[in-house]
């Protein structure tokens, strides 16, 4: 996962090394649970991995934006949008490894 974008196959490769599912029923799992997360947030439901985070769908309302190009005001649509919230565990381990890769405030 060197690219710095974890995809469906790198998930699926991963779940048929460590479980020891055959490639096409790791294929069908990740499949199977990325599709329930999908129709619950479609249906405005909140999805919370324990800790990992919560994936929940905000409703926004209308409001006046602006073009930055002319300064013409244009309305913005009310719409849903979709908010990730880290987990105080996985904040706490993205910053342990930040620290241990010479990262500014770091004492490498």
């Known amino acids: 996962m060197d690219n710095g974008t974890v995809t469906r196959a790198q998930l699926t490769e991963a779940v048929y090394e460590e479980i020891g599912l055959s490639r096409n029923e790791s294929a069908a799992l990740v499949e ?3 599709g329930e997360m ?3 947030l479609a249906e405005g439901e909140t999805v919370k991995i324990s ?3 919560t994936f929940l769908v905000r409703e926004k ?5 602006r073009n ?3 300064g ?3 309305p913005i649509l ?3 949008v979709l908010v990730f919230r880290a987990s105080h565990v996985l904040k706490k381990q993205i910053n342990a490894g930040a620290s241990q890769c010479g990262a500014p ?3 490498e």
Do not use: N
């Not at 309302?61 to 934006?65: D, H, L, N, T, V």
């Open 32 to 34: 199977e649970v990325l």
């Open 68 to 70: 930055p190009k002319t």
């Open 61 to 65: 309302g209308e409001r006046i934006g």
């Open 38 to 40: 999908m129709s619950a």
């Open 78 to 80: 009310p719409r849903r």
């Open 72 to 74: 013409e005001e244009v």
């Open 105 to 107: 405030g770091s004492d």
């Open 51 to 53: 800790s990992f985070g």
